[in-house]
């Protein structure tokens, strides 16, 4: 994700893209014929790298089209969209496992991977400015430099950092705790991470629609007071010994 940013400016939103999406889909085959954990592991990474041009460059996309309010109202729509993917995700993925087997799900994420790259290459437009194809890679790390010094922008990343490690921590351990300690089967976490889905979308689409109203400021901090309320109810969920998945995945929501 790093790179992809740097990379997009240099050499256009539109490459950088559709790379990504040869990778993601060359990395899906390899997951798909993997004879071993460690090619499946190899096969993930080269998966991660490819995706990171889309979960990035989308963002600069948008950010190139729209400014002030409305480009915040427009990043919440497109989490939305994204949410969607991710919402099903789980559930989709466990019926194809149980159908098809886990080297069935990778064929399918290939399958999907070629049409998103085809309909890229068909349909998106550059919206990169032409003059950042012209600047060096030293002038793009200067600016770079520059945001990285801004208090405001650590912050920013500081905050993010924490709420996706919560969040990936989560889905990471919630998986095992359902199959290996509640014995439920496979598709009952993408059951229960639809909870967790919804409260993102909630709450994408008010900051969708109130983006004018409320500066990014308020909405941050009254977004962090509302996950810090709800990890610290998860805990006293956990230490009274209150396993349902209800008290797992409801404290998520918000």
């Given at each position: 994700i790093l790179l992809a940013g740097p990379l997009a400016d240099r050499y256009g939103r539109r490459r950088v893209i559709i790379s990504g999406l040869c990778i993601f889909t060359a990395g899906s085959v390899l997951c798909a014929f993997a004879p071993t954990l460690h090619w499946l592991v190899a096969g993930r990474v080269v998966q991660a790298i490819g995706a990171a041009g889309g979960v990035t460059v989308a963002r600069a996309i948008v950010s190139d089209v729209y400014h002030g309010d409305e480009l915040a109202r427009?990043?919440?729509?497109?989490?939305?969209?994204?949410?969607?993917?991710?919402?099903?995700?789980?559930?989709?993925?466990?019926?194809?496992?149980?159908?098809?087997?886990?080297?069935?799900?990778?064929?399918?994420?290939?399958?999907?991977?070629?049409?998103?790259?085809?309909?890229?290459?068909?349909?998106?437009?550059?919206?990169?400015?032409?003059?950042?194809?012209?600047?060096?890679?030293?002038?793009?790390?200067?600016?770079?430099?520059?945001?990285i010094g801004k208090p405001i922008f650590i912050g920013y990343v500081i905050q993010a950092g924490v709420i996706y490690a919560v969040f990936m921590a989560f889905i990471a351990i919630a998986p095992y705790v359902?199959?290996?300690?509640?014995?439920?089967?496979?598709?009952?976490?993408?059951?229960?991470?639809?909870?967790?889905?919804?409260?993102?979308?909630?709450?994408?689409?008010?900051?969708?629609?109130?983006?004018?109203?409320?500066?990014?400021?308020?909405?941050?901090?009254?977004?962090?007071?509302?996950?810090?309320?709800?990890?610290?109810?998860?805990?006293?969920?956990?230490?009274?010994?209150?396993?349902?998945p209800w008290f797992m995945f409801g404290p998520m929501l918000p």
């Open positions: 427009r990043l919440a729509m497109l989490t939305m969209v994204a949410m969607l993917g991710t919402t099903t995700s789980p559930l989709v993925g466990g019926i194809l496992s149980q159908l098809i087997g886990w080297h069935g799900a990778f064929f399918v994420l290939s399958a999907l991977g070629l049409i998103a790259a085809t309909a890229c290459t068909l349909l998106l437009p550059e919206t990169g400015n032409a003059d950042a194809a012209d600047r060096s890679h030293a002038e793009l790390w200067q600016q770079g430099r520059k945001v359902m199959q290996n300690v509640l014995g439920r089967p496979a598709t009952d976490f993408g059951l229960w991470y639809m909870l967790l889905s919804a409260g993102y979308f909630f709450g994408n689409l008010y900051v969708s629609r109130n983006a004018r109203n409320l500066s990014p400021e308020r909405q941050m901090t009254a977004g962090l007071a509302i996950q810090a309320a709800a990890a610290v109810i998860g805990l006293a969920f956990v230490a009274l010994g209150h396993w349902d």
